[in-house]
Each structure stands twice: as C-alpha cells, then as structure tokens.
C-alpha cells in the first residue's frame, strides 16, 4: 500500500507552491523515474485498476450497442429533417459509449475514496476519457470550423488543466497581472474570461436560436403567424438571458440595471422611440394577423410585393423582380396598406378592347367569354358560381367604336410568373381576327367650307 501511495506521489502532476525540484542529473532522475514506473506497472494495484478500466469500458459498450439499437432509426435523417429533435438525438447518439465509460469511472473513484483504494490509474484514464468525449461532442454537434477549432483547442486545454487541478493556480497568477483605469481594474484572467464565455455564449444563443426557430416552425398544429409571435418572442428572451448572463461574467452587478432601465427608458422616448416603435408595431401585426408569410400586398407610396419575413424592425417584401424591400413595420400601421391575399387567395381582373359600331355585340360576348374561359389560369366551369365565371360586357360608346372589357377570376396575383393578362389580351385579338370582327381604330372627317372645294375628305389613315 505504501509504495502504490508513492507512484501515484510520483504521476500525479501537482503545483504545490513547497515542491523542490531535485537537483541529481537528469541520467538519475530519468532513471529513478523508470524504476517507480516500473514498480508501479508491475504492483497488484495497478493489475486490479487495469482489470476495473477494462471491464467499465466492455460494459460500456455493450450497454451503448443496445441504446443505439433502438434510439438510431432506420433512416439517418438528415440536417433538413421536419424534427429538429431526431437530427440532434441522432448526432448525439455517438457520444452514448464514452459518457457511460465516465460514469462508471467515476462511480470507481468513488467507491475508492469511500474505501480508501488508490485509484490513481483510474484518475489518468478519467481524465483521457473526459477530454475524449468533450471532443467527440465537438465533432457531433459542433458545424462551424472556427468555433469548434476554438473550442478544440481553447476549451478542451482549459479542462485539462482544470482536471489535473492547475487551472486554479494559474488564474491567480492571472489576477495579479492587472491595469488600472481611473477607479477601475481590469485583470488579464477578466478579460480572458469574458472573452471565453463571450465566445461561447455567442455559439450556444445562435445554435439555440436556430434550433428553436426550427421546432416552433415545424410545429404542425400552429398557424403561420402564431408560429412568427413565437419566434420573436424566444428570439428576444434568448437575448436578454444571454446579455444579463455576459453581464454576470464581466463582474456588473445586475441591480445596478435598476438606473440603467430608467435610462434607457428616456432613450427610448428620445432617441430610440423609431426603434422601439417598430419593434412594437412589428409585435402588434403578428398578434391581430394583418399580415402573414405569403400575403401580397400594396402600400400608399406603390411598393409592392409577397411577404417572406418578419424581423425585429422591419418587414422584407419581395418584388416580382427578385428585390427585397425592407418596410419599417410602423409604415404597416400609419399608413394605408392593401392586402391582396388576406382572406381570399382569389382575385378579379379585367382587360379592355374596343370593336366597330357595325359588329354583333352579344354574339361577340359569348365568342370571347368562351376563349378566355379555355385558359388554364382562368377560373371557369359549370360548378363555378355565375358570378365568378369569365364574363363580356360593355364598358362604354366611344368616338371610334364600342369599348368593352372582359372580367375574369383567377388564384393569384396578375404579375410575374402568373401573367395573365397580356396572355388573354393575346387570345382576344386572335379570336376577334379569327371571326372578322374589327377592331376599330381613329379616324378623322374635315369639312371645309367652300363651294369650289370637295364637301369632305376622308383622312383616314390607309
């Protein structure tokens, strides 16, 4: 027992501030450090901690194998799967071996400690498998290359030295190196702790908010704008969690946010009342579903264009022409806003045409009804309502013939890739030169008032 109290002496790496490095050469150190690990090697006590680590490590993975077996599905899903939660769980599932292998190694030590067995292999070998399963999860969950290169190669150190129990001596010596400014302090270890946790505080509220965003929107038993009220709603509590908690790691006192909020109140009724009132607007259109993912919409000033998402401070709207115009959400409230697609996805259009004097109107109607009946975007049939059928009647008498128009109903919008319009303006003019019927155009008559000249000449353009 004495001399496996002297090899773990011997491998445990320790900054006591009393320790006196030898002064024999470094032949005679090397050689007594042989000697001891050989002794340790070849000791009983090194046998049954190996025997314990082989046998947590088989146990191990037997136990994992038949985790996996029923947690992994038949089908890997990938990044884009409808549950965000079964392509997390299936990435994690890797990590099942190793995080047995370190329960039941510390369970040993444990029960070393309540028996007083030297447990120092079993210590090292912790300490290996610990390191191995934080860089297992890096590799599992971890997809940008520098924040897990970060973490590779600043975080996985910081453990192990927290481990071997280092870490805390260097911190001290971090906190004597110090600049003062004015009444403040600032330590070398503040300054790498905030820029650590600030670090990882950044990764852990994106890979949060991504996560997040991904369930509520997927979820199928919410309506497109419940779903965007939510969303912003964890957005902005995730925020603030991870705000007050960077502050909590920078050493502020948080109730001394009680002065800071009374200030920033006065910001906002000054300086920060257009953002604020956009933030709130934004709030306000989700709630009463004014406005929804997909709805095309006009504004007063002639901008217009589909919904395709809500931010914080603005709206985006997307154009016909593949722009993206940012509206402040205020300008949803204020100003007049037609919403094309609210309640019916249906819409009614018309074009217009003119034909001569001498042409068979009602024939004519049922002439163009029927064409524009017979395009594909056109909503027509016998089990439509009358009302919402193509239909041809007169607009009005003009100078040079009869103006008529056509009204029609149709899913949609009349623009971009659902051009109809111009398509049945088409289809009228070939129907109407199909059945020779003319379409008039202007024509002049000058009188002159002189006997020795012609009465009237036609200047009708030929």
Not at 31 to 46: E, K, P, R
Not at 51 to 62: E, H, N, P, V
Not at 388 to 402: L, Q
Not at 423 to 433: A, Y
Request: hydrophobic fraction near 50%.
């Amino acid at each position: 027992m004495a001399a496996t109290q002297e090899t773990a002496n011997t491998l445990n790496i320790t900054t006591e501030s009393s320790t006196e490095f030898s002064t024999e050469s470094l032949s005679t150190a090397l050689n007594n450090y042989l000697v001891v690990a050989q002794d340790a090697i070849t000791s009983m006590g090194f046998v049954v901690q190996l025997s314990i680590i082989l046998t947590i490590y088989l146990c191990a993975f037997l136990i994992a194998s038949k985790i996996r077996k029923k947690v992994v599905p038949a089908k890997e899903p990938s990044s884009s799967s409808n549950h965000a939660l079964e392509f997390v769980v299936s990435r994690l599932v890797a990590v099942i071996f190793p995080m047995l292998a370190i329960s039941f190694l510390t369970l040993s030590m444990f029960l070393g400690e309540q028996y007083d067995i030297d447990t120092w292999l079993i210590n090292a070998v912790l300490i290996i498998a610990v390191l191995l399963f934080l860089n297992t999860v890096v590799r599992a969950v971890v997809d940008g290359e520098h924040i897990a290169a970060f973490m590779r190669w600043v975080l996985l150190p910081l453990v192990f030295l927290h481990l071997v129990g280092i870490l805390p001596h260097i911190i001290a010596v971090l906190e004597t190196i110090a600049i003062t400014i004015g009444n403040v302090e600032v330590s070398f270890y503040g300054i790498a702790r905030v820029l650590v946790f600030g670090v990882l505080l950044f990764w852990l509220g994106k890979a949060f908010r991504m996560a997040g965003k991904k369930l509520i929107r997927n979820h199928k038993n919410l309506d497109v704008t419940t779903k965007e009220v939510f969303t912003k709603v964890f957005e902005v509590a995730l925020f603030c969690l991870g705000f007050l908690l960077l502050l909590n790691i920078m050493g502020i006192n948080l109730t001394a946010l009680a002065v800071f909020g009374g200030a920033l109140g006065v910001g906002l009724g000054l300086g920060l009342q257009t953002i604020a009132s956009n933030f709130i607007s934004g709030i306000i259109i989700l709630l009463d579903r004014s406005l929804t993912i997909g709805d095309f919409i006009e504004l007063e000033d002639g901008s217009k264009g589909f919904v395709r998402e809500f931010r914080m401070r603005y709206t985006v709207l997307e154009t016909y022409d593949g722009k993206d115009i940012l509206v402040p959400n205020e300008k949803f409230i204020n100003s007049l806003m037609t919403n094309w697609t609210h309640k019916d996805p249906k819409q009614r259009y018309r074009i217009d045409f003119s034909v001569a004097y001498k042409t068979d109107i009602r024939a004519m109607c049922e002439i163009i009804k029927t064409a524009v009946a017979e395009h594909p975007q056109v909503i027509s049939g016998e089990d439509i309502p009358f009302e919402e059928r193509p239909d041809c009647e007169i607009d009005s008498f003009g100078d040079f013939g009869v103006n008529m128009f056509v009204e029609f109903w149709m899913f949609g919008i009349d623009d971009g890739k659902n051009r109809v319009g111009g398509d049945l303006l088409l289809i009228v003019f070939e129907t109407l030169r199909e059945h020779n019927i003319e379409i008039p155009f202007p024509q002049r008559e000058v009188r002159i008032l002189d006997d020795s000249a012609p009465s009237i000449i036609n200047t009708t353009p030929k």
